[in-house]
Structure formats: structure tokens, C-alpha cells
């Protein structure tokens, strides 16, 4: 049992969000690999509402292509899914953190905005990941159908990392929800959440040597006797 938890921690503890790809292609047998561990995630009655469209050599090319062109072109955002309206308290302080942590990784000042932009306009890109998978789930099952994904998303990225395979869920992609459901045919029943780009991790890019941190149990636990 002990081994287990170990093995877990040390999966959860290496898992972050990639933010720089190898172009080298994954074979289909291994994403299918992540996808058949991911696939055991708890869903709400095990209604499994999951469905994730995923590209491959032209297919991720002519998407990082419109994605980009229409995030430069200053295309307002359409997300299927409302985003927050805020971040306040601590969670703005973490927001702002990991940001500040990113662009000190990549060597670009704070007052640098046309360095912070480019940056930002990386996720159109998928940080150069050669697959991008976009994940659906339908409408009519509302937030318990997006609560199940969150499971979903977890266990993805987590079987990715045991593979050697790296990740990073993107909300940013998934603004653009019109021209994803029209390039990828993905019927407007379904709500589009977010973008998976994976790829073998350039381990040698600054931009994935740092790592978030995380709040300590005693901040999440409220004990009841």
C-alpha cells in the first residue's frame, strides 16, 4: 500500500504543465495507451461524458495556424464555457505567481507587454507540440458533465507522465470554440473545455524548468468533529 501511494506521489510530483515540445510525433499506441488508463476516471452515474478529438502532423500544423492567425487578428473569444469572472484573494496571488514564475523562466521583464504577448501567443501554437487533443462533452449535462472532464483531464495528464509523455490543459485554445467546432467538425451539442497539447518534453527549454508550488494540507482541510 505504501509502495502504491509512493508511486502516485512521485507521478503527481513530476507531472507540470509543459510549455515547450519536441516535434517528434507519439506513436498512436501510445497516446491510445494514456487514453485507455485516463478512461478510469470517476464519472457521475459513470456517464463517461469525455470525447477528445486529437491531431496528427497537418492536422495540428493548419490548426496552430488558424489558431494563431485569429488570436493576432484580435478575434474576440466565443468559449463555450463561461469563463471566470475574477480571481480574487489567494487565488489571484497564485494566478499572478505562476505567471511572474514563467516569464522570469523565459528571461522576459514584467514590463516587457510585446515579450508577455508573444509569450501568450505560444498557446496558439501548443508550444510547438506535434498533438493537440480538444476535449467535448455534451451540453445538456452541464456542470456535473464538465465536473466528470475535470476527472477526465487529471487522469490523462497524470498517464502521460508515467509514460514520459508531457502535457498542458489549455482554456486558452478553447476560446476560440467556433473555429474548433467548425475545422474539427465538432457538433455545436457539444461543449468544447479546453485543449490538451502533449509531446515529449524539450527538457532543455527554460521554459519548463520551474515548477509551481502547491498549498499545504492544513490551507485545504477543514476537519469537523
Keep these: 500500500m505504501t509502495q502504491d501511494y509512493d508511486t502516485l506521489h512521485t507521478i503527481l510530483t513530476a507531472r507540470h504543465s509543459c510549455r515547450a515540445f519536441l516535434p517528434d510525433p507519439l506513436p498512436d499506441a501510445l497516446i491510445t495507451r494514456i487514453v485507455t488508463a485516463a478512461r478510469r476516471a470517476p464519472s457521475w452515474c459513470n456517464a463517461q461524458p469525455w470525447q477528445l478529438e486529437i491531431t496528427r502532423g497537418d492536422s495540428t500544423n493548419n490548426l496552430r495556424a488558424a489558431l494563431t492567425e485569429a488570436a493576432t487578428a484580435g478575434t474576440l473569444p466565443q468559449p463555450d464555457l463561461q469563463w471566470p469572472g475574477k480571481y480574487l484573494g489567494v487565488y489571484a496571488d497564485r494566478r499572478r505567481a505562476c505567471g511572474f514564475q514563467l516569464y522570469d523562466a523565459v528571461g522576459v521583464e514584467k514590463s516587457d507587454h510585446v515579450g508577455r504577448q508573444a509569450q501568450m501567443l505560444r498557446n ?102
Design 124 to 225: 496558439y501554437a501548443f508550444f510547438d507540440a506535434p498533438h493537440v487533443a480538444i476535449l467535448h462533452a455534451p451540453a445538456e449535462l452541464g456542470p456535473h458533465g464538465v465536473m466528470d472532464c475535470g476527472g477526465f483531464i487529471t487522469a490523462f495528464m497524470l498517464a502521460a507522465t508515467a509514460c514520459g509523455v508531457g502535457t498542458i490543459a489549455q482554456a486558452a485554445v478553447a476560446a476560440y470554440a467556433p473555429l474548433l467546432h467548425d475545422r474539427l467538425d465538432i457538433p455545436q451539442e457539444r461543449t468544447i473545455l479546453c485543449a490538451i497539447s502533449l509531446g515529449y518534453p524539450d527538457t532543455d527549454d527554460p521554459a519548463n524548468g520551474f515548477r509551481t508550488d502547491r498549498a499545504e494540507p492544513a490551507d485545504i482541510i477543514r476537519w469537523h468533529d
